[in-house]
Nanobody, 122 residues
Framework: QVQLVESGGGLVQPGGSLRLSCAASGSIFSIYTMGWYRQAPGKQRELVAA?????????ADAVKGRFTTSRENAKNTVYLYLQMHSLKPEDTAVYYC??????????????WGQGTQVTVSS
């Protein structure tokens, strides 16, 4: 079955770095757009970074220059990463891995991980 499993969250001091990972299996995720979203308490879930199957990326303005996303397409699993530098308290949130695909026939496939907590605090 489809599984997206995140890891790497935790507590980090302001200015620190953290690397999140997501292992996606159970579908041909190499053709999906993969992304990282986050949701802070009392706020809506927002896109942090996305990477298309071909490798093109886009980032939220709030994280440009500080976060980098990458992907590794293995045989049965796609690994998605989010390298975060210069972390700020406002980066505190639950971070979710997402896989999305829309077909030419109009079908949409949208999968989510369970989320991993990132807390930036001194």
């Amino acid at each position: 079955q489809v599984q997206l499993v995140e890891s790497g969250g935790g507590l980090v001091q302001p200015g620190g770095s953290l690397r999140l990972s997501c292992a996606a299996s159970g579908s041909i995720f190499s053709i999906y757009t993969m992304g990282w979203y986050r949701q802070a308490p009392g706020k809506q879930r927002e896109l942090v970074a996305a990477i298309a199957s071909g490798g093109s990326t886009n980032y939220a303005d709030a994280v440009k220059g500080r976060f980098t996303t990458s992907r590794e397409n293995a045989k049965n699993t796609v690994y998605l990463y989010l390298q975060m530098h210069s972390l700020k308290p406002e980066d505190t949130a639950v971070y979710y891995c997402n896989a999305y695909r829309a077909t030419t026939a109009g079908y949409e496939y949208d999968y989510w991980g369970q989320g991993t907590q990132v807390t930036v605090s001194s």
